[in-house]
């Protein structure tokens, strides 16, 4: 109902088994006006300026901290003047609680079983050229959880 009887959401997703579940999902909800689509978000299968949001949650932990700004360059590049980018991820904090430090720490030792970890958002997303961020912190479980909510201006790229 957010993007109306006209409007178009993408669901992408690297993994087909995830996007097989999606569609179960959206079926039983009866939208029909979701796309489910399998893709890798460092090369964005959609032409420029063609969204006018993009959302993700709890996605960028889990790609190797290189490839997050090019992720996100590349929501970028999807973006329309005046698009909005929002980002739900664990945050990294300059100084960890405990709680961070032990998930950390079993990330590095359990990795197939938490396989993301906190990662310094706002950042991020400054490195990939999304200025004028806001950040939004909240907790889960005692872990930083970061809530980006961004703006995009084409007027102002390099």
């Known amino acids: 109902s957010c993007v109306g009887s006209t409007g178009k959401v993408f669901g992408l997703d690297l993994s087909a088994r995830m996007l097989g579940v999606a569609k179960e999902k959206l079926q039983k909800l009866r939208l ?23 959302f993700m949650s709890f996605t960028l932990e889990l ?18 003047d005046g698009g909005r980018l929002g980002v739900a991820s664990l945050l990294q904090k300059e100084i960890p ?16 079983a938490i396989d993301c ?33 961004a703006r995009t201006s084409k007027t102002n790229d390099k």
Request: charged share 20%.
């Open 97 to 112: 609680n405990w709680m961070e430090r032990l998930y950390v720490w079993a990330h590095h030792r359990y990795p197939s």
């Open 32 to 54: 029909s006006n979701v796309n489910c689509l399998q893709g890798d978000g460092l090369h964005l299968p959609f032409a420029n300026n063609s969204f006018d949001a993009i």
């Open 117 to 149: 970890r906190p990662i310094p958002i706002q950042d991020m997303a400054s490195q990939a050229g999304i200025e004028n961020s806001q950040l939004q912190e909240i907790s889960m479980w005692g872990l930083a959880v970061g809530i980006l909510a």
């Open 63 to 80: 790609l190797p901290e290189a490839e997050i700004p090019i992720v996100l360059r590349e929501c970028r590049r999807v973006l329309r």
